[in-house]
Structure formats: structure tokens, C-alpha cells
């Protein structure tokens, strides 16, 4: 078990450098640069423009501006942003937990619903039950991110009036961060009814974000089971006069899991591509837009450090699947 | 003793509540996060509404809703005969805010003044660039670095400035959002402690709204400055609610979660307005959009075959696709809205036949030409690919084959200044100081052209009248040297001027006071919420 834990870790440098170079050199690639972009429809003179690009360090050779940034990083420095002056991790650290907040609800969200539909599903295959299932999952995993939330807002928002159209808390309730998460920063409050808040506008954005990892999670879970239903060692078990809870629920649906938790572990990737719709729609301070106005700005330390310190996660979340692995089925620890 | 100790607490816990409920909330739902909170180094108009119009003010400031300048935190000022020195006489007893993060222990005078203009002046100074790529891109633009000698003090209350030539648009520059007044006390406190980044993150003046806190793409909050200068502000607490996405903020408007909101979405605003909760205010925005020929180019370096095609274009079919009717044609390169404006010049009127005579005239046969269409949309042009599109089609009518070109942004502002840009192009602006130098010598001046005179046009009788304007101080008398100027714009039409676009403001119908910019900032000193 550690030698692949070490051996997994050590992958993992070599994809980090190939994450930097490829951040570094496509946000380059792009046409125009941020002091540009500074003065908008206003042209600013020839000679200032190269001024600003000079003070910025950007008009030097790009190898050199690379390895000077990769010096940096390795000591922890991912620099500022060029708009807001800001050190990057600083802005990442305060946007991220709002992201994290909501993709973990909305994984949660998906994990709690497409499983158990994905086994009904299967368990029913054929029946009216089976075929509505994967209907609603086709249509959610079709769906348009933004005309569902907007969907959702018209009719929970402001026909139902039962949660706020946006924002991570009702703005009556004002606090200092603690832990960047919102559920366990207004509990920490101690203010009445932040809690509520807080959770109660969580709720559409975990489901406009939640929905195509639902609709996954619950077509691979059904496409799954159905193979391990199949296999002899289920029969096996039924002839053995197991409870058929027992068959379904022990025996198929932890072999069945292998895939599913592979999927579940890839939709970290879809997650936060969906974060930056979702943040959009229900003006969630995440990362997504975060990264999604950089790139409009071309502020390269922000893009390059944020897809960064997003291509870490994703890769450690990715090892933490693999680790999953093993403890799901441990022939793969061998 | 219990029973008054109870009799106590229940007094004081009604008048907490008491005071809560009194507390009036304005809640501002705004389009995007402010790039930072210092003015001087931004260009944005989002940057500046939640900086520059809430925390701070100017020596002059806009009369509200007006371009009109009014005295702001200097009284009164006095111009020399030469036009050159500018003496402010400051407002006595103005007080910086008072806030968690600094105490002020004096207040405004002419040190801060000197201070807050010198830093963008001076590229030797510590706060030249007091964080790494901090550049004073507004200043810059305007040309203060070449323009202003000096700042002096002369006393306490009285500052110089000394102009290297006469420019009549100096005093409406210094209403603008750079132009903002900061404290050179507490910059020197940050310089002292090593935090001078903290100028751009927490904000302090002498305006209408106390920075509070700001959550980065969530919130920021503000509250009235009690020892504003002009009194304190009827709203205790401004809340700005960033919502980047317009339809979203029509949503939260609707749901009582905002009381204001800028930018709806063109296809929203009937909606909005027929809502008995909400009222939706409208004006001629400060802004112009056109079609710049490259007039570098036969054959539209002839005035005639300009004006021909002028005449192909349907501009009343464009502004009712792109802006579905909440715009108005235009006819001169300077908004209704802006003193000077001429209003006896004749639009070339929509006719195909004429226009198709008028290019035979010319001797110009199966022209084929590019239109460059913008690939973002702005305020004053919503969708430059859609105006395209029409602009194409009538000109086919006439014989002339059009392909439409576009580009990155970035890229687009860049290419289409080029002397050589091969096509028209589609752009626009947005006034900066209500004057209209900003619009005629700023977009058509000599010196501007391969800069923001995209129609690379040098009209000597043109920038004559321009150029007197600009170093002449009477106002009736720069009001006719403009209106001269635009009947030669439109004789030698070097743009097809497209549109000014109406800007709609939709809030609830509980506020008031709340008027209108006409340079498009949102201001929210004055006004008031009912409970």
C-alpha cells in the first residue's frame, strides 16, 4: 500500500510542471494582453503600453518569465493578480470554500439520489420505473445549466417565494469568515436564523450543479448493477436463499461500486467546469467566476495560478479515488 | 430591584430593536466586483460606483444628473486670464471617515489635495507604484502627466495648479472619479507600517458612505459617513449585492432581495416596467456608436462616396433590432444629452436610389469592402454582429458586396486603430467628463489619428474649431465653435454615427430620490428609501 501511495505521489510531479507549462503558455497564447485590456476603448500611447508591460515584468522573454515563476511557486509565491493587486492564494483562499461548499453539497446531492435510482433502476429494469429514471437523467444530463437555474429562480424564488434567488446568506446576517463555509460559519455566528439562511440558499444551486453529476451517477450505477446481477456469483447467493436486500444491497452493489466511484471521482472535473455557470447564475463568490473573469482580463498570475492550485485538487482528489479503490475491492492493492 | 433591573434590560433590548428596525438598508444589486478601491488606477465604471461615488469626493463634482460642474470639496476657485493657473479655495471643517481600521486626526486640507494628485503625477514617488503594476491608467488617458506643471499648496486651504497650456476641459476633468481626494494621513500611515497595498482594499475619504467590508464577488457594504460634509445621508446602510448575471438581478429586483439594479437586459425591461412594485427610470445615455470608414482608403478617403453609403444605411431598422427601440438614431457624433449639441444638422436620410446615384456619381462600381463588428457588446452597441448583418444586407441593395470581420476584443481595439485597417469598423464611446472635447477632439482630432480616431479623418477646418474650443474658457462661445464643428463632421462624415443608446435604471418603487448620471456612474447620495 505505499509503495503505491509513493509511487502515485510521484507522478504527481511531473503532471504538476505540465499543469504550470501548459497554464503559463495558453493564457499567452491568447491575442491581447492586460494593460491592453486597462484602458478599454481608450487607446493608450505605444510608449506607455510598453512602460506598464515593462513594470509588469511581461516584456521579458517567456522562458525567462516561466522559470522566474516557477521559482516562485516552488516557494510558495504565485504572485498577484494584475487587476486587484492581490496575492492569488489569498483570493483563491477566500473563493474556494464558497465552491468547495457547493460542489460537495451538490456531489452529496448526486451521490444521495443517483445511487439508490440507479439501483432501483436496475433491480426494475424494464419496468415503467426503470424507463422514467433514465429518462429524467438523459433530460437532466441534457439540460442547459443556465435556463434551469433561471427555470428554478422563476418558480421556487419568485413564484413559491421559498429561497432567496442568490447569494450564499440573506444579507441581513453579516459576519466575519471564519472557515470560508458558509453552513459552519453561521452556526458559528451564533446570530438566529443564519443557519437557516445560509442552507436555504444553498438549495437551487445545489441542484442546478448537482444534476449532471445525479445523472451520471445513476446511469453508470444501473449500467453496473445490471452486469453484476448478471454474474454467477449473485445467483450463487440468491440460491443460497439470501434476502434479496441483502443480495442487491451487499454483495452486487459493492462490486458495482468499482465504476461508479471511478465516475463519482471524475465528476470533481465536471464540478467545477459547472461551478462557473452556476456561480454566474446564482452570484455564488466562488472560484469558477473568479478564473472565468481573469481569463477576460488576462490576468495571467491569476489564470496561471488558479488553474494551478485547481489542477492540484482535482489530481488529489484523483489519488484519493485510486486509494478508494483499495478499500472498496482489495484486489486492486495487490 | 430585580423587577427594575428586568424593567431595564426590557428597555434597552426594545430600544436595540427599535433602532435595528429604524436602521434604513439600501440594497444595490451591482453588476460585477469592483477591481480594487483606489480610482486612480482603474478605468471602470463598476470600480469607480463602488469607490470614487460612495467613499469619495472631488475639488468639483458633477451637479447630479447633470454635466454641469458644481463646488465640491473646494468652495470656490478662480481661473487666470491666461487660462493656465487654476486657484482651489478649500471647503474649511471637511472631515475624513472615521472607520475600524483609521482614525483621521485632522481634517481635509490642501496636503491632501497635493498628495492625491502628485501620486499620479510624480513616476518617481512612493506611491508612483505602491503595489507591483499599479499604473495611473485614467491620468494617463486624460493627458494630466503632460498637462499639469504643478500642485501647490499656498495654504491650508488653498491649492494651485499650474497648466503647461490653457484646457478648458480641466475643471469637468476634475470631476472625475481619479480625480478623487485621499488622505495623505493615513497614506502615510500605511507607507509607515509597510501596508500601502491597503489603499486599494480599504478605502477612506470624505464622501457620502463609510467602507465597511467588502467579501470579495459577494458583498460590499458601506455605511453613511455621519460627519459628511453635505450632512449625512438619509440610507444608514448601502449594501452593494454583486450579481454578475442581468437576468438574475431582474429576478432579485423582483423579489424584493435589491432595491436597485443597473443593466437589465434589453428584453427584460417590459417586464420590469409593467410590475406595480418596481418603476424602471430612462435617459439618453452619454454615448455615441458608430461606423468609422478608414478615410486613408480610396475610395472612402471621398467625402462623397461616404456620405453615399451613409444614406444605404438603415440606422432606425438598426436600432430597433439591436436595442428594440430603447435607443434613438444618431445624427451628429456627440450625444443629444451634451451642451453644444447641434440640433439644426439634417441626418442623411435612408435612400438606396439616391445612394446608389451617388456612388455611380463617384465613379465607384462593384465596391466590395469589410465591416469590422465588435465581438463584445457595450452600452452603446449590444450586438455589433447584428448591426453588421443589416449594414450588410441594405448595402448589398446598393451594389456594394460586404464581408464582416471580427476578432478577439483586445485584439480588435488594437487592429482597427492601424492606419492600414482594411474595412470599416463599428465602435463607440462612452463620455468620461460630459464636456464635448471628449468626443470631438478625444475620437476625431488629428493626434488622435492611429489612435482613437479610427476613422484616421484629419479635417483642418475640423480640428481648428476643436482646438480654439479647447483653450477658450466661455462657455457660449466654445458652444458655437462646436456646433461648427459638427456641420463640418457631417458635411465630410468620416463616421456613419449608428445610435445613442438609453440607459434604463429599473428599482423599487419605494425609492426615491435616486437620479440618474448621464456619465453613467450610480450614485447614491441623496437618495432615500420608504419603509
Redesign the interface.
Known amino acids: 500500500m505505499l509503495r503505491f501511495l509513493i509511487g502515485r505521489l510521484a507522478i504527481l510531479i511531473p503532471t504538476f510542471i505540465g499543469v504550470s507549462l501548459i497554464a503559463f503558455s495558453f493564457i499567452r497564447l ?4 492586460p494593460v ?10 505605444p510608449e ?1 503600453h510598453a ?2 508591460m515593462h ?2 515584468g511581461l516584456d521579458r522573454p517567456v522562458y525567462v518569465q516561466y522559470l522566474d515563476y516557477l521559482g516562485n511557486v516552488v516557494q510558495g509565491d504565485l504572485g ?1 493578480s ?5 496575492p492569488v492564494l489569498q ?1 483563491f483562499g ?2 474556494f470554500p464558497a465552491t468547495l461548499e457547493l460542489s460537495l453539497c451538490a456531489i452529496i446531492f448526486a451521490i444521495v439520489l443517483g445511487i439508490p435510482a440507479g439501483v432501483f433502476a436496475a433491480v426494475k429494469r424494464g419496468t415503467w420505473f426503470d424507463q422514467s429514471v433514465m429518462g429524467v437523467a438523459l433530460v437532466g444530463y441534457s439540460m442547459p445549466i443556465f435556463w434551469w437555474g ?1 427555470l428554478l ?2 418558480l421556487f ?2 413564484t413559491l ?1 421559498w429561497t ?5 446568506i440573506s ?2 446576517y ?1 459576519f466575519k ?1 471564519v472557515t470560508g463555509f458558509m453552513l459552519i460559519d453561521s452556526l458559528l455566528s451564533g446570530q438566529a436564523g443564519a443557519f437557516k439562511s445560509a442552507f436555504v440558499s444553498l438549495i437551487l444551486p445545489t441542484i442546478v450543479l448537482g444534476t449532471i453529476p445525479l445523472a451520471v451517477i445513476a446511469r453508470q450505477t444501473r449500467s453496473a448493477m445490471l452486469e453484476v446481477l448478471g454474474e454467477d456469483y449473485v445467483r450463487t447467493a440468491r440460491s443460497k436463499g439470501l434476502a434479496p436486500i441483502r443480495v442487491v444491497g451487499l454483495h452486487a452493489l459493492r462490486n458495482a461500486m468499482i465504476p461508479v466511484v471511478t465516475s463519482i471521482g471524475l465528476q470533481v472535473g465536471v464540478l467545477l467546469g459547472g461551478a462557473i455557470l452556476t456561480e ?4 455564488w ?2 472560484i469558477g ?2 478564473m472565468v ?1 481573469a481569463v477576460f482580463k ?1 490576468d495571467y498570475t491569476v489564470v496561471q495560478g488558479g488553474l494551478l492550485l485547481i489542477a492540484g485538487i482535482i489530481m488529489i482528489v484523483n489519488l484519493i479515488v485510486d486509494l478508494m479503490y483499495g478499500l472498496i475491492n482489495p484486489r486492486i492493492r495487490h | 430591584m430585580k423587577k427594575m433591573s428586568v424593567l431595564l434590560a426590557a428597555t434597552v433590548l426594545a430600544s436595540a430593536m427599535a433602532s435595528a428596525a429604524w436602521s434604513k ?1 439600501l ?1 444595490y444589486c451591482s453588476e ?2 469592483p ?2 478601491f483606489d480610482p486612480g488606477i ?3 465604471g463598476t470600480t469607480f460606483d463602488a469607490s470614487s461615488r460612495t467613499v469619495y469626493s472631488r475639488l468639483v463634482e458633477f451637479q447630479h444628473g447633470k454635466t454641469e460642474i458644481e463646488p465640491g470639496l473646494a468652495e470656490s476657485w478662480t481661473v487666470s486670464d491666461d487660462g493656465t493657473v487654476y486657484t482651489f479655495k478649500l471647503r474649511p471643517g471637511v472631515k475624513f471617515q472615521t472607520t475600524e481600521f483609521f482614525t483621521p486626526s485632522r481634517d481635509l486640507n490642501a496636503d491632501d489635495v497635493v498628495f492625491s494628485f502628485e501620486r499620479q503625477l510624480k513616476a518617481d514617488g512612493p506611491w508612483a ?1 505602491y ?5 495611473y ?1 485614467y491620468a ?2 486624460m493627458g494630466f502627466p503632460e498637462l499639469i506643471k504643478s500642485v501647490e499648496k499656498v495654504d491650508d486651504l488653498t491649492v494651485k495648479f499650474t497648466l503647461n497650456h490653457p484646457e478648458a476641459p480641466f475643471l469637468a476633468d476634475l470631476a472625475m472619479d481619479f480625480a478623487s481626494v485621499l488622505s495623505k494621513e493615513y497614506a502615510d500611515k500605511l507607507q509607515a507600517d509597510g501596508k500601502m ?1 491597503q489603499m ?2 480599504m478605502p477612506l475619504g470624505t464622501g457620502p458612505y463609510t467602507f465597511v ?1 467588502y ?5 460590499i ?1 458601506y455605511k453613511a459617513n455621519e460627519t459628511y460634509f453635505k450632512g449625512k445621508e438619509k440610507i444608514d446602510d448601502l ?1 452593494f ?5 442581468a ?2 438581478r431582474a ?2 429586483l ?2 424584493g ?1 435589491c432595491h436597485i439594479m443597473p443593466y437589465p437586459n434589453a428584453a427584460d425591461i417590459k417586464d420590469l416596467q409593467t410590475d406595480s412594485n418596481l418603476k424602471v427610470l430612462e435617459q439618453p445615455g452619454l454615448n455615441v456608436s458608430y461606423l468609422a470608414y478608414n478615410t486613408l482608403q480610396a475610395p472612402f478617403d471621398k467625402a462623397e462616396v461616404r456620405k453615399a453609403l451613409n444614406m444605404a444605411i438603415n440606422k432606425q431598422a438598426i436600432v430597433q433590432a439591436v436595442f428594440q427601440g430603447a435607443g434613438q438614431v444618431a445624427k451628429n457624433p456627440i450625444p443629444p444629452t451634451m451642451w453644444s449639441y447641434n440640433d439644426d444638422i439634417k441626418d442623411d436620410v435612408y435612400n438606396p436610389d439616391e445612394a446608389k446615384k451617388m456612388l455611380e456619381k463617384a465613379g465607384v462600381k462593384d465596391l466590395s469592402m469589410k465591416i469590422w463588428a465588435m465581438p463584445v457588446s ?1 452600452p452603446y452597441m449590444l450586438n455589433a454582429r447584428r448591426a453588421a448583418e443589416l449594414m450588410q444586407a441594405d448595402l448589398a441593395k446598393v451594389g456594394v458586396k460586404v464581408d464582416i470581420v471580427t ?5 480588435y ?2 487592429l482597427s ?1 492601424d492606419k492600414a485597417r482594411d474595412g470599416a469598423a463599428i ?4 463620455g468620461d467628463n460630459g464636456d464635448p472635447d471628449n468626443f470631438l477632439d478625444t475620437l476625431l482630432g488629428c493626434e ?1 489619428v492611429g ?2 480616431n479610427r476613422a484616421q479623418w484629419c479635417n483642418k477646418e475640423f480640428d481648428d474649431l476643436v482646438k480654439k474650443a479647447k483653450k477658450t474658457a466661455d462657455v457660449a462661445e466654445r458652444t458655437k465653435l462646436y456646433e461648427q464643428a459638427q456641420v463640418v463632421f457631417k458635411k465630410e462624415a468620416p463616421w456613419a454615427t449608428i445610435d445613442h443608446s438609453t440607459e434604463f435604471v429599473p428599482m423599487s418603487a419605494k425609492v426615491s430620490g435616486y437620479v440618474q448620471d448621464p456619465v453613467g456612474v450610480h450614485r447614491f447620495d441623496g437618495v432615500d428609501i420608504a419603509e
Open positions: 491568447l491575442p491581447g494582453d491592453m485590456l486597462m484602458s478599454g476603448e481608450r487607446v493608450m500611447a506607455r512602460q506598464v513594470d509588469l498577484s494584475i487587476v486587484t493587486k492581490r483570493e477566500s473563493l433561471l429562480i422563476v424564488s419568485n417565494h432567496p434567488v442568490s447569494g450564499r444579507l441581513m453579516f469568515p454566474t447564475i446564482f452570484s463568490p466562488g467566476k473568479w473573469d488576462r | 438598508t440594497v460585477g466586483s477591481e480594487g482603474y478605468t471602470a507604484k503595489v507591483a503594476g499599479v499604473s491608467e494617463a488617458g497595498e486599494n482594499q467590508a467579501q470579495p464577488d459577494a458583498v457594504r449594501v449585492a454583486i450579481t454578475p448575471d437576468s438574475v429576478q432579485k423582483k423579489a432581495e457595450r476578432h478577439e476584443w483586445a485584439e481595439l488594437k486603430k465602435l463607440g464611446w462612452t488622435a489612435g482613437n
